[in-house]
């Protein structure tokens, strides 16, 4: 990721330097508000491309969310699935 570390480096603000909680969050409004905060990124692509190539495990990358690696549309909150879920 030498393109994000230059940019780190010339002390440019990435939103998620400022904020790297909300990358990882588990609330879907703050997942959604990270996703909108890497839409006006300058490396959002190097770092989705990165991130898929490193097979994070989870966050929010390159205005992606990931998961385990794989690019999800939304985190599926915490418990046990609701009986319509495991229906389908
Ligand atoms: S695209 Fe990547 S580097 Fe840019 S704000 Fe989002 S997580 Fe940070």
Not at 27 to 44: H, I, N, T, W, Y
């Amino acid at each position: 990721m030498a393109v994000i570390g230059t940019w780190f480096a010339a002390g440019t603000a990435l939103a998620c330097g400022t904020n790297p909680d909300l990358f990882f969050a588990e609330s879907p409004q703050d997942v959604a508000r990270a996703k909108e905060l890497c839409a006006g990124c300058p490396v959002r692509a190097a770092c989705l491309t990165g991130a898929l190539q490193r097979g994070e495990p989870w966050g929010v990358w390159g205005g992606e969310l990931l998961l385990r690696g794989t690019i999800v549309p939304t985190k599926r909150a915490r418990g046990r699935p609701r009986k319509s879920e495991m229906a389908a």
